[in-house]
């Protein structure tokens, strides 16, 4: 376990606290996941991830579905990885974290820092609170449709008419079919027809991620594209392929 001295260069005078308090929620969630994404020996290496080895986990991360996500963020594992020994309200913020070295540094450079490995030990800098706040939550694939509140939330989408069309052209008989045909129904009898405002549960958000994650090649998935692709943008299939 090492500790970094991370600065977070930020010249308000003032903090948001509501920032401040997503970072240091969402900071440690992203160490845990990386757990699980980086070999358990190399939890602790002094060291600065390879460019393919950044991709890699960036994608990895990026696999975590709401259903997992929202596990790590309840999870108490989180401070056997990540804890904060000290933090100083000066100009610039300083928080001192103590926990695993690559981990962390993997960490600051998803949040759109940097970090110095040196023989006098880890030393970091990230952008102000809302820039590293940005970098941090497109990589846990959390957007301004996808949030972390202590827990994935509900979002609601809105439609255009495009996309409002090919979720009605979803036949109500195929909702015995089970599957996803089931699910378009269940959305296509819940969208409000005045606004065509759609609200996803997080049980529904799951159900999007799965697909996407998994799409078939055909009719289903230009289906998905229509309705979802503009929400929920679907990953390069192609880095997918050169990265495994």
Same mark, same amino acid.
């Given at each position: 376990?090492?500790?970094?001295? *991370?600065?977070?260069?930020?010249?308000?005078?003032?903090? @948001?606290?509501?920032?401040?308090?997503?970072?240091?929620? $969402?900071?440690?969630?992203?160490?845990?996941?990386?757990?699980? $994404?980086?070999? #358990?020996?190399?939890?602790? %290496?002094?060291?600065?991830?390879?460019?393919?080895?950044?991709?890699?986990?960036? $994608?990895?991360?990026?696999?975590?579905?709401?259903?997992?996500?929202?596990?790590?963020?309840?999870?108490?594992?989180?401070?056997? *990885?990540?804890?904060?020994?000290?933090?100083?309200? @000066?100009?610039?913020?300083?928080?001192?974290?103590?926990?695993?070295?690559?981990?962390?540094?993997?960490?600051?450079?998803? %949040?759109?820092? =940097?970090?110095?490995?040196?023989?006098?030990?880890? +030393?970091?800098?990230?952008?102000?609170?809302?820039?590293?706040? #940005? %970098?941090?939550?497109?990589?846990?694939?959390?957007?301004? +449709?996808?949030?972390?509140?202590?827990? *994935?939330?509900?979002?609601?989408? #809105?439609?255009?008419?495009?996309?409002?069309?090919?979720?009605? =052209?979803?036949?109500?008989?195929?909702?015995?079919?089970?599957?996803?045909?089931?699910?378009?129904?269940?959305? #296509?009898?819940?969208?409000?027809?005045?606004?065509?405002?759609?609200?996803?549960?997080?049980?529904?958000?799951?159900? *999007?991620?799965?697909? +996407?994650?998994?799409?078939? +090649?055909?009719?289903?998935? %230009?289906?998905?594209? =229509?309705?979802?692709?503009?929400?929920?943008?679907?990953?390069?299939? $192609?880095?997918?392929?050169?990265?495994?």
């Amino acid at each position: 376990m090492h500790t970094v001295d *991370i600065v977070i260069n930020d010249d308000s005078e003032t903090l @948001n606290p509501n920032e401040l308090a997503e970072f240091l929620y $969402l900071f440690p969630t992203a160490n845990l996941a990386l757990s699980q $994404l980086v070999p #358990k020996p190399e939890h602790d %290496s002094l060291r600065s991830p390879t460019k393919e080895e950044e991709r890699a986990f960036r $994608l990895g991360l990026r696999r975590f579905s709401p259903d997992d996500l929202d596990s790590l963020f309840k999870a108490q594992a989180s401070q056997e *990885i990540l804890k904060i020994n000290q933090m100083r309200r @000066n100009s610039p913020l300083e928080i001192t974290p103590c926990g695993c070295a690559f981990l962390i540094t993997l960490g600051v450079i998803f %949040s759109g820092g =940097k970090i110095t490995i040196s023989r006098q030990g880890l +030393k970091a800098e990230l952008p102000p609170l809302g820039k590293g706040l #940005k %970098s941090l939550r497109e990589a846990l694939g959390l957007n301004d +449709k996808v949030k972390a509140g202590f827990g *994935i939330q509900k979002v609601a989408i #809105k439609l255009n008419d495009e996309e409002y069309r090919e979720l009605l =052209k979803q036949d109500d008989t195929s909702k015995n079919k089970g599957g996803f045909q089931h699910f378009l129904v269940g959305l #296509k009898n819940r969208i409000n027809k005045q606004t065509r405002e759609l609200e996803l549960s997080p049980a529904d958000l799951e159900r *999007i991620h799965r697909y +996407k994650s998994n799409p078939k +090649k055909g009719g289903w998935q %230009s289906r998905f594209k =229509k309705i979802f692709g503009r929400h929920f943008p679907l990953e390069d299939s $192609l880095l997918e392929q050169q990265l495994f």
